[in-house]
């Protein structure tokens, strides 16, 4: 599996947007940039994903690198709920199954 | 019904019980997952079914036997588990092919081994 580097933490202030960093410099053109938060005490929930193009839903924006090899989660108004662990996930569009394999992820905190 | 439901939600076995996780989904998802959680660390890959039939299974110990007796339901038995057993067992599903994005997480059971 190509691996992803993400800083361990990062400190936000609530209504401020929140720049998250993921680093995939073997990532392959079969894959998917997949982005995932994990809640206190929740199971982990989809935030958004994308190949190639830059792409925007209602929980967040990623920003992607042309060259493919590093992406941006984009929180545009960091509230007390985004409080987290996100993990950025590469996933091999390749295979027929759906395999999702998590590294360490950053821990966000957001400051009142 | 958008949810992955688990039960139950916390399970404290000893070394010599038999247990087992139950999850259900009722989407119609092709696919479901169990992944083991530990205390502050990512969740971990245990094993995938695909169409009822185990496609995915990250050499894990046998003392962990999963079983998917149809569609909506997935069932994780656990026999001789030891202490380090004890950890967060998420439960997972994906709609199929059509859909690129999401993989839908229950809330998972919390296991502790005595």
């Known amino acids: 599996d190509a691996k992803t580097t993400q800083p361990n933490s990062m400190e936000s202030n609530e209504e401020e947007p929140v720049h998250l960093p993921c680093n995939h410099s073997t990532i392959s053109g079969t894959d998917y940039i997949h982005w995932y938060r994990q809640l206190p005490s929740q199971g982990p929930e989809y935030v958004i994903h994308g190949l190639t193009s830059n792409v925007n839903n209602r929980m967040a924006s990623l920003a992607i690198a042309e060259d493919r090899k590093s992406s941006t989660l984009i929180l545009h108004r960091a509230t007390l709920r985004d409080a987290a662990v996100y993990y950025c996930?590469?996933?091999?569009?390749?295979?027929?199954?759906?395999?999702?394999?998590f590294g360490a992820g950053t821990t966000v905190t957001v400051r009142a | 019904d958008t949810e992955v439901t688990q039960t139950p939600k916390h399970l404290v076995m000893g070394m010599t019980n038999k247990k087992s996780l139950k999850c259900e989904q009722h989407m119609g998802h092709r696919a479901m997952y169990w992944y083991k959680q530990k205390a502050k660390k990512p969740p971990e890959l245990m094993f995938v079914y695909s169409y009822e039939k185990l496609s995915i299974n990250e050499s894990v110990p046998s003392r962990f036997s999963p079983e998917c007796p149809n569609s909506s339901l997935l069932n994780l038995h656990l026999h001789a588990l030891q202490p380090e057993d004890s950890a967060l067992y998420l439960c997972?599903?994906?709609?199929?092919?059509?859909?690129?994005?999401?993989?839908?997480f229950g809330e998972g059971s919390r296991l502790t081994v005595l």
């Open positions: 997972a599903s994906w709609p199929g092919p059509t859909n690129t994005g999401e993989l839908f």
């Open positions: 996930i590469l996933r091999d569009r390749s295979l027929n199954d759906y395999k999702l394999s």
